[in-house]
């Protein structure tokens, strides 16, 4: 059973940094595309980073620059740096899994990010 657990949400300041982890429990990284999307209050479900099984990342242009994605195979863990934070990164992240074959999704319950003026 795939599990998929972030952490590292919370409260910041503007322009500073955080960076999110997501658990990967038994998601194979050969074969599934590992995201980060964000769902801000009022607002559509919205992806903001991906990072595929062969290694390619790409960003939501809004994001470019100053959020950077990774995984650690070793460990099964994703992450999101971000910096440069401002108060519209408002929202709840979550983790994402797509299997490239079956084009499964699995997520997971998410982390709240709230960014302060």
């Known amino acids: 059973q795939v599990q998929l657990v972030e952490s590292g949400g919370g409260l910041v300041q503007a322009g500073g940094s955080l960076r999110l982890s997501c658990s990967a429990a038994?998601?194979?990284?050969?074969?599934?595309?590992m995201g980060w999307y964000r769902q801000a209050p009022g607002k559509e479900r919205e992806l903001v980073a991906r990072?595929?099984?062969?290694?390619?990342?790409n960003y939501a242009d809004s994001v470019k620059s100053r959020f950077t994605v990774s995984r650690d195979n070793a460990k099964n863990m994703v992450y999101l740096q971000k910096n440069s934070l401002q108060p519209e990164a408002t929202a709840v992240y979550y983790c994402?899994?797509?299997?490239?074959?079956?084009?499964?999704?699995?997520w997971g319950p998410g982390t709240q990010v709230t960014v302060s003026s």
């Open positions: 038994r998601v194979n990284f050969s074969v599934n595309n």
């Open positions: 994402n899994a797509e299997h490239r074959v079956w084009r499964v999704n699995y």
């Open positions: 990072i595929t099984n062969g290694g390619s990342t």
